[in-house]
Structures are given as structure tokens and as C-alpha cells.
């Protein structure tokens, strides 16, 4: 089964500032998709920004955008400009191109200091 | 377009009874997925519905079982509850499309304390 692995159970980073969090997998598949989930304390789950293993280009959506480093399994988020509402648990997850299994990591608790 | 419904929000039970939640997913989605989340373990994948079927189980014990109805809404049963069953049930929602690009959306989730 595929792992997902996020190193980094805590983080912190001032407003404004610009943070990045960790996300390593392990998969001998050449085509899947990664996600990053962001899950505020009222914890409704939500997508924050998704990738293509496919695509070289890496992903971004606003403030949000992503290295995907393919050779070295790493998918990392950046997050720009940060807000306080960016305070959340976010989630790394791994899905194959053949099934429709999500995998998710343990999650990385991210908060902004005003 | 409304977003993944779960019901109840909390549930309060006892050691022995069993529970059943509810999920209904994004119109237009057929497959429904199950997660536990607890404190340090993340989200534990339980099994996922598509069509009515069961096509994806995680490593949960038999107690743990779901169904899927031909409108897609989902339920899950835990029999015989525990004090670890204690945790937040989130169940997402997706078009279930294999190879291809899809996306899964989340619930709000429910919140089961087993005393």
C-alpha cells in the first residue's frame, strides 16, 4: 500500500510570512494524483490545491502553490501571504491513476501568529 | 450545488450498542468513502462505495460495515461499540472515476463518544 508521510506535526509562521510544509510518499506507480487538504478547527475538510503527477508544471491556486519534486516523491506546499484563516490541520493524500483509494497523511497542525 | 451531508453531527453512546451513520453525497457523485480520524492516527481509511458495491476496504474488524443506496447516500454501522471507537467519522464523496482526474469532498463529519 502507498504511504504518505508528513514529517512535520507542527508549524508556525507569522502573518504574512510565507510557510512550507512537508509531504513525502512512497508508490513504484508512475501516474497518481496528490492532494493537499486543509481541515480549520470547525473541521470541515477542504481541497486546498491538487496535482497531476503527469504534469511538470507545478500547481498553484492563489496564495497556495506547490513543488512536486517526482524522482524525489516530495510534494510540498507553500503557502504565501499568510492569513490568520490559514490556521488549520492541513493533509498530504495520495491517490493512484487506477483506483479510487485516497491515502492521507497524519497531517501537519499550522498556525499564524498575528 | 450542495455539499456532502452527514447526520447526526454528535452521537453520545455506551459500551455494547451499536450506531448508524449517515452520509449523502454531492449530487451527481456515486462513490462515497469512509474515514476515522483520530488524534495522532490521521485519518484511517474504512471502505468505499461505488454503485451500491463495495469497492475499496480498509483494515477495520468486521464491526465496522456500510451499505450504499441506488441514490448513492451511504450509511455506516458499527456494532458492538467500544471505547476506541471514540472519533470523528468523515465521509467524502467523488465521481468515482478511475484513471482519470478526480477529486474527493468532505463532510463535516461525525463526532462519536463511546462511554
Known amino acids: 500500500a502507498q504511504t504518505v508521510t508528513q514529517s512535520q506535526p507542527e508549524m508556525s509562521v507569522q502573518e504574512a510570512e510565507t510557510v512550507t510544509l512537508s509531504c513525502t510518499y512512497d508508490?513504484?506507480?508512475?501516474?497518481?494524483?496528490l492532494f493537499w487538504y486543509k481541515q480549520p478547527p470547525s473541521r470541515q475538510m477542504i481541497l486546498v490545491i491538487r496535482?497531476?503527477?503527469?504534469?511538470?508544471q507545478n500547481a498553484t491556486e492563489n496564495r497556495f502553490s506547490v513543488n512536486f519534486q517526482k524522482a524525489a516523491k516530495s510534494f510540498s506546499l507553500k503557502i504565501s501571504d499568510s492569513q490568520l484563516g490559514d490556521a488549520a490541520m492541513y493533509f498530504c493524500?495520495?491517490?493512484?491513476?487506477?483506483?479510487?483509494?485516497?491515502?492521507f497523511g497524519t497531517g501537519t497542525s499550522l498556525t499564524v501568529i498575528p | 450545488k450542495a455539499g456532502v451531508t452527514q447526520t447526526p453531527r454528535y452521537l453520545i453512546k455506551t459500551r455494547g450498542q451499536q450506531v448508524t451513520l449517515s452520509c449523502s453525497p454531492i449530487?451527481?457523485?456515486?462513490?462515497v468513502s469512509w474515514y476515522q480520524q483520530t488524534p495522532g492516527q490521521g485519518l484511517q481509511f474504512l471502505f468505499e462505495?461505488?454503485?451500491?458495491?463495495?469497492?475499496n476496504k480498509g483494515n477495520f474488524p468486521g464491526r465496522f460495515s456500510g451499505r450504499q443506496f441506488s441514490n448513492s447516500r451511504s450509511e455506516m454501522n458499527v456494532s458492538t461499540l467500544e471505547l476506541g471507537d471514540s472519533a470523528l467519522y468523515l465521509c467524502?464523496?467523488?465521481?468515482?472515476?478511475?484513471?482519470?482526474?478526480?477529486?474527493?469532498?468532505f463532510g463535516p463529519g461525525t463526532r462519536l463518544t463511546v462511554l
Open positions: 467524502a464523496s467523488s465521481l468515482g472515476l478511475v484513471g482519470a482526474t478526480d477529486t474527493q469532498y
Open positions: 508508490t513504484s506507480e508512475s501516474d497518481y494524483y
Open positions: 496535482q497531476e503527477a503527469y504534469k511538470q
Open positions: 493524500a495520495y491517490r493512484s491513476a487506477t483506483g479510487n483509494q485516497f491515502y
Open positions: 449530487s451527481g457523485h456515486r462513490s
Open positions: 462505495y461505488f454503485s451500491e458495491t463495495q469497492r
